[in-house]
């Protein structure tokens, strides 16, 4: 069976700083892996995915994620944040071999970026 | 596309009775998935379809819940009766894992229907 780990409840960063929001994930198989963000009242939203290829993988609103294979991580980052980037993140994995796209969430991790 | 369709978005009922809920999938998507969202047990995969067929329902906390698809463009997920606990936000999600980049795509989540048993 896969698991998602997101070790933070909460990531506080100033406003321009640099954001990192962890994830690392046990699965059998090649992982397909995603973060999506859920701003409140409102549905989760995609935001990447690595399935193959480059280790490093850029997503929407200028994030980014870097796979590591031998960490089993899947790391979100960004260089710069912004107040507007407070929500929910969510990191998620699936097994290469699960035909039905069933995704496992972790706990999430609540980002706080402040002025 | 309009994105996944949930109604109704919020409902208040009071304990003992039925409350349905329902999901329109994106067109073309052939996967169907409901999920809840509480503060205390984060995002819980309830119960998912592949081509209208229930794949895997262990999710699903007790036999007060029910769901179904008739065909690919609607589910319901059904509580009867419902109790207080059952108050959470339940998102219906929908994916396809046809040959676009390899079969092997996101989910899309709908709006979510903020359920609230008195």
């Known amino acids: 069976a896969q698991s998602v780990a997101q070790p933070e409840d909460q990531v506080n960063v100033a406003e321009g700083n640099p954001l990192t929001v962890k994830c690392t994930y046990s699965?059998?198989?090649?992982?397909?892996l995603f973060w999506y963000v859920q701003y409140p009242n409102r549905g989760l939203q995609f935001l990447l995915k690595y399935i193959t290829g480059d280790n490093l993988v850029k997503g929407s609103y200028g994030f980014e994620a870097e796979f590591n294979k031998s960490q089993t991580s899947f790391h979100l980052k960004k260089p710069s944040a912004l107040v507007s980037d407070s929500a929910l993140y969510f990191c998620?994995?699936?097994?290469?071999?699960?035909?039905?796209?069933?995704?496992?969430f972790g706990g999430g991790t609540r980002l706080m970026v402040k002025p | 596309d309009a994105g996944v369709i949930q109604s109704p978005r919020h409902e208040v009922t009071e304990m003992g009775q039925e409350v349905t809920l329902r999901c329109k999938p994106i067109s073309g998507h052939n996967s169907l998935f409901w999920y809840r969202q509480t503060m205390m047990r984060g995002l819980e995969l309830l119960i998912y379809?592949?081509?209208?067929?229930?794949?895997?329902d262990s999710g699903m906390p007790e036999d007060r819940f029910s769901a179904k698809m008739p065909n690919a463009s609607f589910s319901t997920l059904k509580i009867q009766p419902s109790e207080p606990r059952d108050s959470a936000v339940y998102f219906c999600a929908s994916s396809t894992n046809r040959l676009l980049a390899g079969g092997r795509n996101e989910q899309f989540f709908g709006p979510g229907t903020r359920l609230t048993v008195l």
């Open positions: 998620a994995v699936r097994p290469d071999n699960n035909a039905g796209n069933m995704l496992t």
């Open positions: 699965v059998s198989g090649n992982p397909y």
């Open positions: 379809f592949n081509n209208n067929v229930p794949i895997d």
